[in-house]
C-alpha cells in the first residue's frame, strides 16, 4: 500500500462523520480540503519535479476509491482538481511536441501544477445546460483581444463553485465554433461571478453552482498556449473525463455495502439468509467494478491513448455508475422503511450513488459508445450526436 493511499483511509472516517451535515446544508466541505491540503494530496498528480507526488492514474484511483467510501461528494469535487493537474501532468515534451505546445505555454503549466503542490486547486467549468459537457456544442465563446482573451458565457455544474483557486473554463472561438480551447481562470478575476443554485438530489455538498464569465484573461491563460486542443486531447485522454469518475462511485458503492452491514448486524437481520444474499451479491457487483476499474487504470498508466486503453476507460465508468446506483438501492431495500429516513447513511448513500449513471459520460452514452466500438465502428464520431 502506498503512503498516498494510507493517508486516504486515514481521512476517509474524518470525510464520513461530516458528510451528513454537508449533504443537509448543501454546503461546501472546507474542512476536508483542508485535511487534503495538509496530507499533501491536492499535489497527487503534479510530478516530483515540480513539488508533487508524481502518481500515476492507478494510485489516483486507489485513492478516490478510498476516500469516495468517506464522502462521495467531496472526492468529486477533488477530481476535477485532479483532472486538470492530472492531464497537465500526462503533456510530457513528446506530447508537447507533438501537438506544438511551446516552452512558453510549458513554463505556463508548470506554475499551475507548482501552486497545486502548495495547496492551490481548481474547479472544471466545462458543462452548460441544454449540452452537458459536449465541448463541440458550447455557447461560452471566446475571442482574442490585445489583453489576450476576452471569454463570455455561463456553466452549470461547477463542483467547488465559489471556493477553487481557479476554474478550467472551456469555450469555443467566436468566429469558428470548430475551434474549442480551454482557460485556467484564476478566482477574483473581474467579470467572474458564482450563481447559487444547487439543489440536488444527491452529491450536495459538491456546492455545484454556476459561473457566469465576462473576463479578460492573459494569453498565458491557453492552456496548451495553442488555440483548439480541447477536442483532441479530450479524445486522447478520455481518462480525465470518464474514468475517473468511476473510482469515486465504486468507493460510494463501497460505502453503502458498508453502512448496510453495519445496520443490519446491529438490528440482529443478519440472521436473515435473503438479507445475506442481498450483502453478498451487493460485495461481489462492487468487487467485479473495482477490477474493472483497476483495470482501466492500469492500462492508462502503459499505454496512454492507444485504442484499447479508452475503450478499457469507457468499459470503467459504466459499470461503476449502474453499480452504484443498483447497489445502493438494494442495501435501503434489504434495511427496510428505517433507511428512507432522513438522516439514516443509507438514505443519503442511495441518493449520492444515483448520481453515478447520470454523471457525464452518462450510462446510455457510455453503452452507446461501447456497442458502436462493439461493431467496429468509429465511437468517437459514428454517433447520431457528437460525444465531446
Not at 491536492?42 to 492514474?57: D, E, H, Y
Not at 455538498?205 to 465576462?214: I, K, M
Amino acid at each position: 500500500m502506498s503512503d498516498l493511499v494510507a493517508a486516504a483511509m486515514r481521512l476517509a472516517p474524518q470525510f464520513a462523520a461530516r458528510a451528513a451535515a454537508h449533504d443537509v446544508d448543501g454546503s461546501f466541505p472546507a474542512e476536508d480540503f483542508a485535511d487534503l491540503r495538509a496530507a499533501g494530496l491536492l499535489g497527487i498528480m503534479v510530478p516530483t519535479a515540480l513539488g508533487g507526488r508524481g502518481a500515476g492514474f492507478g494510485e489516483y484511483t486507489a485513492v478516490a476509491y478510498e476516500l469516495g467510501r468517506g464522502s462521495g461528494a467531496t472526492v468529486l469535487i477533488f477530481n476535477m482538481h485532479a483532472a486538470v493537474t492530472g492531464a497537465l501532468s500526462f503533456l510530457d515534451e513528446q506530447l508537447a511536441s507533438a501537438l506544438g505546445v511551446s516552452d512558453d505555454a510549458l513554463a505556463a503549466r508548470d506554475r499551475l501544477l507548482r501552486a497545486a503542490a502548495e495547496g492551490a486547486w481548481y474547479a472544471v467549468a466545462m458543462s452548460e445546460r441544454g449540452v452537458g459537457s459536449r465541448l463541440s456544442q458550447l455557447s461560452t465563446v471566446y475571442e482574442p483581444v490585445a489583453a489576450g482573451f476576452r471569454i463570455r458565457g455561463a456553466k452549470s455544474f461547477v463542483s467547488g463553485a465559489g471556493h477553487a483557486d481557479g476554474y478550467l473554463v472551456a469555450a469555443r472561438r467566436v468566429d469558428d465554433a470548430s475551434v474549442v480551447s480551454q482557460f485556467l481562470v484564476p478566482a477574483g478575476t473581474r467579470g467572474l461571478a458564482v450563481q447559487r443554485t444547487w439543489d440536488s438530489l444527491g452529491m450536495r455538498a459538491t456546492r455545484s453552482d454556476d459561473l457566469h464569465l465576462d473576463v479578460t484573461v492573459p494569453r498565458d491563460a491557453l492552456l496548451g498556449g495553442v488555440e483548439g486542443l480541447a477536442l483532441a486531447v479530450a479524445r486522447m485522454m478520455p481518462q480525465w473525463m470518464v474514468a475517473s469518475y468511476a473510482a469515486v462511485y465504486v468507493g460510494v458503492a463501497q460505502a453503502a455495502v458498508d453502512a448496510a452491514a453495519a445496520d443490519l448486524t446491529r438490528r440482529s437481520l443478519d440472521r436473515l439468509p435473503a438479507v445475506r444474499a442481498r450483502l453478498g451479491r451487493a460485495d461481489a457487483e462492487v468487487a467485479a467494478a473495482r477490477l474493472v476499474v483497476a483495470e482501466a487504470a492500469r492500462r492508462v498508466d502503459v499505454a496512454p491513448g492507444e485504442a484499447e486503453t479508452n475503450r478499457w476507460v469507457w468499459r470503467a465508468k459504466l459499470p461503476a455508475g449502474t453499480t452504484a446506483r443498483e447497489v445502493a438501492a438494494s442495501m435501503v431495500e434489504a434495511a427496510g422503511a428505517s433507511a428512507s429516513r432522513r438522516g439514516h447513511p443509507l438514505e443519503r448513500l442511495f441518493r449520492d450513488a444515483r448520481c453515478g449513471s447520470l454523471q457525464p459520460a452518462t450510462s446510455d452514452v457510455c453503452a452507446d459508445w461501447l456497442g458502436v466500438a462493439a461493431m467496429g465502428g468509429d465511437s468517437d464520431h459514428d454517433a447520431s450526436a457528437p460525444r465531446w
